[in-house]
C-alpha cells in the first residue's frame, strides 16, 4: 500500500532511539550535542579587569577633567596582563594597565591611553571618569554554579571556547551512529573498474556515504550485494552490528528486486513500502534484527532524495538534535511545470536571488537517473500531491539543501534561515 510522505515520516522518526553518549575532547565535540549540563566551577573572569589598555584610577580624582584643563596622576606602577598589582591607588595616584589585567585595589575606572598625556612619572588625564569605565567586572561572563551549556544544546565555536574557559577539556556528547551503506545489483561494478556493456559504476554507496558523513555519521561501506537472496540476507546479518543500514536498490516490482522480501524472509519487521512522493516512491523501511534498515531506491536522485526525507532527521534524531529539517523558504518559479497528481515531488532546482526576491529554476531535465540535477541543486522545489501545474511567476515552497559549497543556499544574499521544518 503507498502511504503518504507525512506518515512515512511518522512511523520513521517514531521508530529512531537517540543513541547513548561518549566522552570526548572539546575539539571533536564541536557540531555535536552535549549530554550534559555544564555549570561553572568559578567566576569568569575571576578578578575585575581592564578591557582596554591604559590608566587604572579613582574616577573621583578625574572630575571635571578635559583636554583642555587635564589632571595631573602620579604613576604607581605598570601592570601586564597576567601579572598582580602590587600598590593599592589612592588619591591623585594612576596604574599604568595593559587590556586583560587585573585592576589594583582603589581604582574604580580605567581611562584610555589615547585620552591621556605621560609624562616620566605622572599621566595627564584629557576626560572625566565615571564608576566602572573600561572595568570588566569579576562573573561578567560567568559566576561560580552558573548553568553555562544545558544538556541537549548543539556545540558550536563559541560554546566550544566557553568550555575552554571554565577549564573542561572533555564533555559527554551523543554517540554518532554507525551507518552501514549496501548497494545492490547485478548491474554494478566497483569505482575503479571499467564498466562492460551493461554495467555502471556503483555511485550510490559514495552520495550515501557524504549524505552521512555530513549530518555527523559514520558511514561503513559493505559494497555490492549482487541480486540473490542468500547473499543480500547475509550482508543485511552482517550489518547488524551497525546502528542503521541503508541499503540502494531491490525495492521496485521487477523480478530481481530482492530486498523487501529479504527484509520479511528473515523475520523482521516491514513497516512500509512505497511513499507518494516521485522521485523516492519505492523505499521500504523496517528492521533486521533491531537495527533500522532503509531499503532506498536504486536510481541516484531517488537515493538522494529519499535520504534527504527520510534517513537525515532519523540519524539527526538518533544523535539528540531537535531541529531536524531542512530550512523552507517561498520562492517564485521561473517557469510553468506539469506535474503527476497524487505524487509529492522534489524538483531539483537552484534558487538565486534576482531583482529582490528569491527565484527558483529547475537545474534541467529531472529523470531520477540524472545525477547532474542533484549536483548543481542548492534547493529541492516542493509541488504537492494534488497540484498538476505551476504557473510561470507562481509562488512555490523550496526545501534548501545545506550546501555551503560555491553556488550553494549559503551564498543567497540576504537569506534568513527560519526554523527548519517538515515539508
Known sequence: MVISLEEARRIVLEACRPLGLEKVDILAAC????????YSPRDIPARANSAKDGYALRSADVQGASASRPVELKVTETIAAGKLPRIRIGKGQAARIMTGAVV?????????????????KTVLVGITASPGLEIRPAGEDLTKGDLAIKAGAVLRPGQIGLLASMGKSFVYVHQRPRVAILATGDELVEIDDEPPAGKIVNSNSYSL?????????????????RDRKAELARFFRQAGRADIILSSGGVSVGDFDFVKDVMRDIGN???????????????????????????????????????????????????????????????????????????????????????????ARLTGEQGSGILKSMATANALMVIPE????????????????DDFTTGGSANLPGLVFGQAAEV
Request: a positive charge; glycine letters at 12%.
Open 386 to 401: 494534488q497540484k498538476a501545474y505551476v504557473k510561470k511567476g507562481e509562488e512555490v515552497v523550496v526545501q534548501l539543501l
Open 104 to 120: 589594583p585595589e582603589g581604582a574604580d575606572a580605567v581611562v584610555c591611553r589615547e585620552d591621556t598625556k605621560e609624562t616620566a
Open 31 to 38: 557540531g555535536r550535542v552535549i549530554g550534559e549540563d555544564v
Open 209 to 225: 556515504a557524504a549524505l552521512v558523513g555530513a549530518c555527523g555519521g559514520i558511514p561503513v561501506m559493505l559494497g555490492i550485494g
Open 269 to 359: 519487521e516491514m513497516h512500509f513500502w512505497q511513499v507518494a512522493m516521485r522521485p523516492g516512491k519505492p523505499l521500504a523501511f523496517g528492521s533486521v534484527g533491531g537495527v533500522p534498515l532503509f531499503g532506498l531506491p536504486g536510481n541516484p536522485v531517488s537515493v538522494m532524495v529519499s535520504f534527504e526525507q527520510f534517513v537525515r532527521p532519523f540519524l539527526l534524531k538518533m544523535q539528540g538534535y531537535t531541529n531536524i529539517f531542512r530550512p523552507m523558504m517561498k520562492v517564485i518559479n521561473a517557469r510553468s511545470i506539469k506535474k503527476q497528481v497524487g505524487l509529492k515531488h522534489f524538483l531539483r532546482a537552484v534558487v538565486s536571488y534576482e531583482k529582490g526576491r528569491y527565484v
